[in-house]
């Protein structure tokens, strides 16, 4: 038997992969039972496209980032950064980070202001 991660999971997200997949085997909109082939079909679209969210390719949303930090250096950029990408608090400063490491910010010292 399979086991499934439920960390940070909503029915509600996998109901429409669910009915998605009973529809192309067996024609109704009702989700699978449990425990069959179908079933867990669904469940591996539903992982398939989770991961691909997760994974997906953030490129162009981190040089904006960067662009955004940049313009902002002398102020708070990481607050700039937030407020112009309409991301919380975390997010901004997860996508600043994500950003030094992809080589569009340069790195920091504690203090030191640098775009």
Known sequence: MRLFN???F???AFMPAARRRSREHNGTAAPPERGTP???AAWSDFDRAQH???TRDRSDELA???RVYRANVTGNPTAEVE???HYTRRTAARRVQEARKAGLLPPTTPGKKKG
């Open 64 to 66: 904006e980032v960067a």
């Open 83 to 85: 407020r112009e990408m």
């Open 52 to 54: 691909a969210a997760k």
């Open 10 to 12: 909503t029915l509600n």
């Open 38 to 40: 179908e079933w867990h």
């Open 6 to 8: 439920l960390h940070g």
